[in-house]
C-alpha cells in the first residue's frame, strides 16, 4: 500500500502541471472549435461551399495545433521515451505505414494543389464530386454507375490519400466552370456518315447555341491567365471506322459543367429521334408482315 502511495505521490509531483497544461489546451482548442464551427455556420453570405471549406480547414488546423501543443508539453518526457524505446518506435513505424502513407499523400495533395473541395475527379477507380479533405482521407459522392454517366448517385465514397502516390488524380473540371465534354456514338453503315454528321452537329449546334459565347469568353480569359492552348468551343463531329458493318461518331462541345448530363441527353434525344424516326421502324415492322 505505502509503494502504491509514493507512486502516486511521484506522479501526482512530476507529471501534474504537464497534466493540467494539456487539460486547459484541449479545452480551449474544442471552445475554439464550438464557436468558430457556429460563426461559420450561421454566416449566410458564404455559399455552402465556402462554408464547408472553411469548416474543414478550422478541423485540420485546430487539430495540428492540439498535436504540436501536446509534443511540446510532454517535449522531455517523449525525448527520454524515444529514447530508452527505440525498438519500439522502428516497430510502430512499420506498423503504421499505411498511416504515414496516407499523411504524406495529403502533403503531396496539398503541395500540389491537385485538387480542393467542389472538384470533380477521378482516381484510380474512384470518380465523383469532393465534400470533405482530411488529413489521411478525402470523401467524395460518387458520379456514375459508369463512366459515360455525369449523375450523383447518391453514395459517398472516401480513399486514403496513399492512393495519390502511386495512382494519377484526373481533374475532370480543371477549365472551371466551363468544361470540355466528348460523345461518343457508334452507328451502323445503314445510316450514312454524312447524314449521322450532319444530324449530330445540327443538334449540338441547337442545343448548345446559348452557351458558346460566355464558354469562348470563359476560355480566352483561362488562356490569359494560364498560358495555355484552350479548344476551340464550337461543336465539332469527327468520324472513326470501327468494322465493316458500323462506325463511331465523336462530339466535343463546351459546355458548364454542371449541365453535362443535361446537355448531353438533350443533344442525344434529337439526334436519336431524328435519325431513327418512330415512324420509319413502324413502316418495317408492316412491311415485313
Known sequence: ???LIDFWTHLRASYVADIVRSGVMITVLLVLR?????AIASNTHWTLDDRRRWSITV???LFVCGVAGIALIWASELQTIAVSMLAFAAAVIIATKELIMCLTGGLLRSASDSYSLGDHIEVGHIRGRVVDVGLFTTTVMEIGPTHDSHQMTGRALSFPHSLLLNQPVV???YMGEYVVHTLGLPLPYTLPPQ?????????ANDVCAPHIQAAQLHMARIEARHHLDTPSVAPRVSIHPLSDVSYQLTLRIA?????????????????????FPADANLNKSAASV
Not at 464550438?34 to 457556429?38: A, E, K, L, W
Not at 447524314?195 to 443538334?203: H, I, K, V
Not at 459546355?255 to 429521334?273: C, G, P, S, Y
Open 1 to 3: 500500500m505505502s509503494e
Open 34 to 38: 464550438i464557436s468558430i464551427g457556429r
Open 59 to 61: 478541423r485540420n488546423v
Open 171 to 173: 481533374l475532370e473540371n
Open 195 to 203: 447524314q449521322g454528321e450532319a444530324l449530330l452537329l445540327g443538334a
Open 255 to 275: 459546355i458548364l459543367a454542371k449541365d453535362r448530363q443535361r446537355v448531353e441527353q438533350a443533344i442525344l434525344k434529337r439526334f436519336m429521334f431524328e435519325a
